[in-house]
């Protein structure tokens, strides 16, 4: 049983660029969640995916897009990089179990982006 | 953004000691999470905690979730040196399609033999 994969695992950029990050949820989980990890602090909530469509955000600006595939899978994009969005992107997935319950989130091991 | 107040920010231990950490929140929570991370990886699942006052262990790993539902505690018993690594606690509430996850600031954990 596949968990979450993420990829690329490192990717480099410079500041203004565009980048792409992309997650496989582990398998039977239909809803991905996008966080932000700065070095020395714990991850923060970017947005969450469920049936194709952005169904939360956090307090991130318009630069942070994401996507969601028929497969469930997940992009997270990033335009007009800056310096300040170098960390590690953590992407979580679950399963929808309606508003009967709270959905655990199991983490992929991540992608280090660095901006120079 | 957000974040729990967690405590200690670091821990330094001997191999064999019994270790505890605590998270604090403004925020009542319906299921708080406990979390460990190794360098550049991330977080593993360790307990989850449904219910205010519910007491869960794992191996030697012991949880509670606090009956204000605004805390939660990790015990760690007779520590061993795979325990180092970043131990967070995320909250997560219910309703409204809000099940993001907040997290703590972090415990830091090393083990000496």
């Known amino acids: 049983d596949a968990g979450v994969t993420q990829s690329p695992t490192h990717l480099i950029k410079t500041r203004g660029q565009q980048v792409t990050l992309r997650c496989s949820p582990k398998?039977?989980?239909?809803?991905v969640s996008w966080y932000q990890q700065a070095l020395g602090q714990g991850p923060q909530f970017i947005f969450q995916?469920?049936?194709?469509?952005?169904?939360q955000r956090g307090n991130f600006p318009d630069r942070f897009s994401g996507h969601q595939f028929p497969n469930y899978s997940s992009e997270l994009n990033v335009n007009a990089l800056l310096l300040g969005d170098s960390a590690l992107y953590l992407c979580?997935?679950?399963?929808?179990?309606?508003?009967?319950?709270?959905?655990?989130?199991?983490f992929g091991p991540g992608t280090r982006l660095t901006v120079l | 953004g957000q974040q729990l107040n967690q405590s200690p920010q670091s821990m330094f231990i001997q191999e064999g000691e019994d270790v505890s950490m605590n998270c604090t929140s403004s925020?009542?929570?319906?299921?708080w999470l406990w979390y460990k991370q190794d360098p550049g990886e991330g977080p593993v699942l360790l307990i989850a905690?449904?219910?205010?006052?519910e007491l869960t262990s794992n191996g030697r790993l012991t949880a509670q979730f606090g009956i204000t539902r605004k805390d939660s505690f990790l015990n760690i018993s007779a520590s061993i040196p795979s325990d180092v690594g970043i131990y967070f606690c995320?909250?997560?509430?219910?309703?409204?399609?809000?099940?993001?996850?907040?997290f703590g600031t972090g415990t830091r954990l090393q083990v000496f033999p």
């Open positions: 398998s039977g989980h239909d809803t």
């Open positions: 979580a997935s679950s399963l929808d179990s309606g508003a009967a319950g709270v959905d655990t989130q199991y």
């Open positions: 995320a909250g997560q509430s219910m309703g409204g399609n809000t099940d993001k996850l907040i």
């Open positions: 995916y469920y049936e194709e469509e952005e169904r």
């Open positions: 905690l449904y219910k205010a006052g």
């Open positions: 925020s009542i929570f319906n299921t």
